[in-house]
């Protein structure tokens, strides 16, 4: 058994972080990470529980796959917990493909920093076992390798869905603004069209009761 762990500090709160968390695939960083697909999710006296299904392409030697057999696509099963309540986000993934011989468990926790609260402490950890296969200690070490590279791209990957929702909201208040401008610059339009018909509606009334009177004016009045 191989155990991996490691710790990262991301200078975001954890309300961002964590709804990157759920964006993080796919990403450019990591294409490795092929899709996911809601199992299962509930809300339970407030936090949220998710069962997901992760496929993904290990891209293992040839001479690994000859011991354990082939695969496409690799299957895990992940469950996850979200309370917003305190502020903490627990993912566990396990392998579903290759489990006769390979089990790799996972669990990733993001929570506020205790020392900062406006950024957001990362702690992954992961238990690599591997049996009934030659070389077992030599794949073992394969794969906590793998799981080491993949850690760093996912944490690269948490940047990038950052950057990609602020580049959303600065788009969503840009286009606001512009709906908000359309819409004071056609209600000004209106107003102005109002505005010149009740002149020109007045002016015509107006054009008509000097008309009225002209004519009252230039007409025999009766003698007495």
């Known amino acids: ?87 903490s986000m627990t993912l566990k993934t396990r392998n579903l493909t290759f489990g006769k011989y390979v089990a790799v468990d996972e669990m990733v926790h993001y929570q506020p920093h205790p020392e900062d609260s406006g950024k957001t402490l990362l702690r992954q950890e992961a238990l690599v076992t591997v049996q009934g296969v030659p070389l077992n200690s030599y794949m073992e070490d394969l794969l906590t390798t793998t799981i080491m590279s993949n850690a760093g791209k996912g944490r690269q990957a948490i940047e990038w869905v950052i950057d990609k929702i602020n580049k959303e909201v600065k788009e969503l208040k840009i286009n606001a603004v512009k709906s908000t401008d359309e819409i004071l610059t056609q209600t000004k339009r209106s107003i102005g069209g109002i505005t010149t018909s009740a002149r020109k509606s007045m002016d015509g009334i107006s054009l008509a009761a000097k008309k009225s009177l002209s004519d009252l004016s230039s007409k025999d009045m009766p003698k007495i």
């Open 1 to 87: 058994m191989k155990i991996w762990t490691s710790e990262h500090t991301f200078n975001h709160p954890w309300e961002t972080v964590a709804q990157a968390a759920w964006r993080k695939y796919p990403n450019p960083m990591n294409p490795a990470v092929i899709g996911t697909d809601v199992v299962d999710r509930k809300v339970v006296e407030g936090v949220l529980h998710t069962h997901r299904l992760v496929s993904s392409k290990w891209g293992l030697p040839r001479w690994v796959l000859t011991l354990i057999g082939p695969a496409n696509i690799c299957y895990a099963s992940e469950h996850s917990i979200v309370d917003p309540n305190t502020r």
